[in-house]
């Protein structure tokens, strides 16, 4: 593999907007089939280009990024005997030594947080992932979350809705949708993202749902301004019924967002 191989592929998943992870070996010890500089680009849903070596190292390295999402730089050692030292990862490999290895996102894509994993929720995250979000599911039903991630999404989280910063990562980047099962936390949730950082925040429901929401959070001292940065209802309006029409009309307001705002 050479450097325009490399670049040219680094090149074709920026274009396609997946989040993108690079690793590289800065440093071995003992005997290992991988050497300082060689280099692995792994996106988070088609197969990574580049050499670490091969073997067990090279994919437990590859199951860490795609397990953790790491969004800062981080140095991990990574020990080459199969047998646990201080603070390196095993590998299970018996050529002895270790491996250093440097991580860091080079691209990650807009975060789309989908509070509740229902039907309409499946389909919210099929359309989004298509369109280069990188989709994190939150239900408190392991069942709902029992799904076939290279179609819905990319990462799950089981919560009971009582502490959403435990499943939601706020910032400029994160796009909320809430949409609990019966409606039952949504009031729940939403009063818990209300005061923090977000690009996007969407809550389903009929207006009057909405409306009877809103005027229990004013009870509880969220003002007009703050209720009035949430989508809801949630999506444009296309008179949509089904999981996959409410998912077009979702992701259309958020395109429209993300876009033109």
């Known amino acids: ?10 090149l074709a998943f920026l274009h396609d907007n997946t989040a993108l ?20 680009l792994i996106p988070a849903h088609t197969a990574p280009f580049g050499n670490l070596g091969g073997g067990e190292l090279e994919h437990k390295i590859i199951a ?13 050692s990574f020990d080459l005997s199969g047998q646990t030292l201080d603070s390196l990862t095993p590998t299970g490999m018996m050529c002895g ?27 919210l995250g099929r359309l989004a992932r298509q369109c280069g979000f990188y989709v994190h599911f939150v239900d408190n039903r392991e069942e709902s979350l029992a799904m076939e991630l290279r179609e819905y999404g990319h ?23 809430i949409m609990t099962h019966g409606h039952t936390h949504d009031k729940e949730v939403l009063q818990q993202c209300l005061r923090q950082p977000y690009r ?15 005027a229990k959070l004013k009870d509880q001292g969220f003002t007009e301004a703050e209720l009035s ?9 296309i008179g949509s019924q089904s999981p996959d029409e409410i998912a077009i009309s979702i992701m ?3 395109i429209r967002e993300l876009r033109l705002s």
């Not at 050479?2 to 592929?9: G, I, K």
């Not at 989280?157 to 009582?162: F, K, N, P, V």
């Not at 996007?200 to 809103?214: C, D, N, P, Q, W």
């Open 21 to 40: 992870w690079q690793a590289t070996i800065i440093s071995t010890d003992g005997s290992s089939p991988a050497h300082a500089g060689m280099k692995m």
């Open 97 to 123: 030594g270790q491996a250093t290895v440097f991580i860091e996102a080079l691209h990650m894509p807009q975060k789309l947080y989908i509070i509740g994993a229902g039907h309409c929720g499946k389909a």
């Open 64 to 76: 860490y990024v795609l397990g953790t999402a790491p969004d800062q730089a981080l140095t991990i």
């Open 200 to 214: 996007y925040l969407g809550m389903i429901g009929s207006r009057h749902k909405v409306a009877e929401t809103f």
């Open 155 to 177: 990462q799950i989280c089981l919560s009971d809705y009582s502490d959403i910063s435990e499943a939601v990562d706020f910032g400029p980047s994160s796009w909320i949708v």
């Open 229 to 237: 940065r949430v989508h809801a209802p949630i999506g444009i309006r």
């Open 1 to 10: 593999m050479d450097n325009n191989q490399y670049f040219n592929q680094l």
């Open 252 to 254: 259309a307001e958020i």
